[in-house]
């Protein structure tokens, strides 16, 4: 009975889309091991006009549609696609009306907007203690909090005119099946859940003035949506919709082979550098909160605590000042190597600088800290790529003190999957100022994830842990042990 069920060949596509670049994979199971393929890649930036920041909606569901196509194109002959889910970036969202129109543009986070919400919040002592308390939350410039509450204060009549807010997964879900869902993990990131149970908080809520009605009870992950029946999407009927972790860092930290036990400390390398772990409770109290730890949520409803450091962000940015930059892997290993020989930097930056979240010039942003603190500003890309790194390394350890000092655990490793894993330096940097291995999966821990709770929700798999043991032994990391230890 059960074989009818867990059928040993299943297709699924996830659809895993970045700030700075999106990707339909496939994905084939054969009852023990994964393979992936990538059917699509495309890069994607927010479009700023009159000053603010938006994401081009239709642009990224246009971009779904073509990786979908490829990716059926790409099945055996016979073959069906058995789902698709799609995860994103956290805490931006769409305002529709009851038919899913949208009725509000989708800003991009770091869009300026949330400036003064931002320091009003931190000025703010008993009010940020008391939303920390709810949500278990920072105060961060890109929370939804922020954002709706910029949004309903400028424009009141959108209590009125918006009946729900879909964060974007959610939304793609919607036009993917026509049916509107919240999913935990995504809503998690909005700092407007309630940190002790599967709702909205009243008193985050209440706090921002952000309407209740806009939202559902979050689902979990696994949830079918439906099939999917959206406008031209005939070339997929049959598949289903399951809402995955919405949140692509979920995602990821889901596709970390870790040992059980509670040991690892997890890096998730991309844009953001997300360090964290895995949690049975959150971690709160005003030791939490100055640390800015974020208790976002697992796909199953248990928590992630994590610290967010600004990650890869600082060397995309510094590298659009440069015409020398990378534009292939081969160029990349060079530049990485020109970066290794250099002697370590005398100093390190401040990566929590504010004035990195969305410079005009990334470069100069740097230069200027530098030269407030009278050194010298490096003399060329490889120079910057050796700081940036050295320093990213120092703020991955400074997470992991953190997380010790609180949580009373010690982590004997670190795993890093994204983008930044295949960074040597990254990782070497990072076990240095660590003084643990760093274990690099040169994985895209974001699709593995999104494809392993779509099995769990077509019933091939039962849990995470079933799926990781059976992942493991498929991988072939890169220790880094800490050249100090
Ligand atoms: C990473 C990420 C982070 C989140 C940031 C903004 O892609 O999802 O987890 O804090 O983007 O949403």
Known sequence: MASQQTSPNLHCAAIDLGATSGRIMLGHWNGRRLALTEAHRFPNAFRSMGGHDYWDLAGLWEQIVVGLRKAVALLPPGAKLASVGVDTWGVDHVLVDRRGRPVYPTFAYRDRRTQPGLKRLARDRAGLARVYAATGIPNVFYNTSLQLAESVTRHPSLRDLAVRCLFLPDYFNFLLSGRMANELTIASTSQLIDVHARGWSDA???HFGVPAKWFSRPVLAGTRLGSVNGIGLDFLTGAAVIAVPGHDTACAYDAMPAAPGGTDLFLSSGTWSLVGFESAAPVLGPDALAARISNERIGDGRYRPLTNVIGMWLLEGTMKDFASRPNDDAEWTALIAAAEKLPAPSALLDVADPAFTNPASMKAAIDAQIKRRQ???????????????????????????????????????????GGGSKNRLLCQATADAAGIPVISFALEGTAVGNLARQLIGLGALKTIAEFRAQLAPTLNPIVYPPSRA
């Open 204 to 206: 985050a809520l209440a």
């Open 375 to 417: 050194l010298a500003p490096p003399k060329h890309l490889a120079a910057y790529t050796r700081l940036i790194c050295d320093s990213l390394g120092r703020g991955h350890a400074e997470a992991k003190a953190a997380f010790e000092r609180m949580s009373g655990r010690r982590f004997h490793r670190i795993l890093m999957v």
